[in-house]
């Protein structure tokens, strides 16, 4: 079985982590708390800054995926720019 860290763990709870780690870890943490589906977004974190980018499937996702952000280890603010998802059956 793979050891790479595909759901959040309290040990990831480490203040201090490289940015990149930090992304990796807020992702996880939404897939984790939130059931969202992360597919579309990407998160980039600069200083204990997350950017959230992207697109989720409804709106509620939004507000759900950044307060999940804002609620992990290490983060001191979240910039929510996720977008909800174009519906393709629409013509």
Not at 28 to 33: M, V
Not at 60 to 73: H, L, M, R
């Amino acid at each position: 079985m793979p050891t790479d860290k595909s759901i959040y763990s309290h040990r990831d709870d480490d203040p201090h982590l490289t940015d990149d780690d930090l992304a990796e870890k807020v992702l996880r943490f939404i897939r984790y708390a939130t059931f969202v589906d992360t597919s579309g977004i990407s998160v980039m974190a600069l200083g204990g800054m997350v950017v959230l980018s992207g697109n989720v499937a409804e709106e509620p996702d939004i507000a759900c995926a950044g307060e999940a952000a804002a609620s992990v280890i290490g983060v001191s603010g979240v910039e929510n720019r996720l977008t909800v998802r174009p519906d393709e059956s629409t013509d």
